[in-house]
């Protein structure tokens, strides 16, 4: 389980939107702050919205995850579903062409990724692929220090 602290900034009809801090893109190094990696101006500050019928408060500390079997799966299928479609574009654009020019190829190509990536956005949001989002995992409950 890939986990993370995030913070809770509002609750609205059992959908929880939560702020955490991304990691580095390589994992936690030393050398974080003159990474040629992460680009100037990107906000390591991400806010995303998780269902939960937990009853937190703004402001409170949980703990989020996502299995990595799921994001390695996940990941895979960002990847590959707009690529099958260039390919499959391109593939039926150029054997429409007639006139041998890759001109309908390459269009098809477009339009095959542009389908790819709308299939994709159309899946994430449906409830069959909610086990590849994050998921609430509990409330950090705060330490108070007596002395």
Do not use: W
């Amino acid at each position: 389980m890939i986990e993370a602290f995030a913070t809770v900034i509002n609750q609205t009809n059992g959908i929880v939107k939560v702020e955490y801090t991304r990691s580095s893109a390589c994992g936690h190094c030393e050398h974080e702050s003159g990474c040629s990696i992460k680009s100037e101006g990107e906000s390591k500050q991400q806010i995303i919205e998780i269902p939960c019928n937990l009853n937190l408060t703004i402001g409170q500390q949980v703990r989020i995850g996502i299995p990595e079997t799921n994001l390695v799966r996940g990941a895979f299928l960002a990847y590959m579903i707009p690529l099958i479609g260039v390919l499959m574009g391109a593939v039926i654009g150029s054997l429409l062409d007639s006139v041998q020019q890759e001109s309908i190829a390459i269009f098809g190509a477009f339009a095959g990724g542009a389908i790819g990536f709308l299939t994709l956005k159309l899946l994430s949001s449906s409830k069959r692929m909610a086990h590849y989002h994050p998921v609430i995992l509990g409330e950090i409950i705060p330490v108070s220090h007596h002395v």
